[in-house]
Nanobody
Framework: QVQLVESGGGLVQPGGSLSLSCAAS????????MGWYRQAPGKERELVAR???????NYADSVKGRFTISRDNASPTMTLQMNSLKPEDTALYYC?????????????WGQGTQVTVSS
């Protein structure tokens, strides 16, 4: 079965950096887009950044210039480098992928990794 597994979350001080990784495994034939979403307590899940198979990227306005998304199609893995972190970046971060496996295209989600920005 297809699995997305996140790693790299943790506690960091404001202004610090963290790198999140997402590894996809299973009978995957093709991946269109991979992305990072986050959900803070009491708020809706929101898109942070996504990257398409051709390398095109999209970022939420709140993270532009601070976060960088990248992808290794051979693995396949995805990384989110987060710099200049702010307390408002605190959330549960989820990996998402729209991919083709077992005869159909669908979205898959990871379990989430906690990022806490606090002094």
């Amino acid at each position: 079965q297809v699995q997305l597994v996140e790693s790299g979350g943790g506690l960091v001080q404001p202004g610090g950096s963290l790198s999140l990784s997402c590894a996809a495994s299973g009978p995957i034939f093709s991946i269109n887009v991979m992305g990072w979403y986050r959900q803070a307590p009491g708020k809706e899940r929101e898109l942070v950044a996504r990257i398409f198979s051709d390398g095109t990227t999209n970022y939420a306005d709140s993270v532009k210039g601070r976060f960088t998304i990248s992808r290794d199609n051979a693995s396949p893995t995805m990384t989110l480098q987060m710099n200049s972190l702010k307390p408002e970046d605190t959330a549960l971060y989820y990996c998402q992928a729209h991919l083709y496996a077992t005869g159909t295209w669908r979205d898959y989600w990871g379990q989430g990794t906690q990022v806490t920005v606090s002094s």
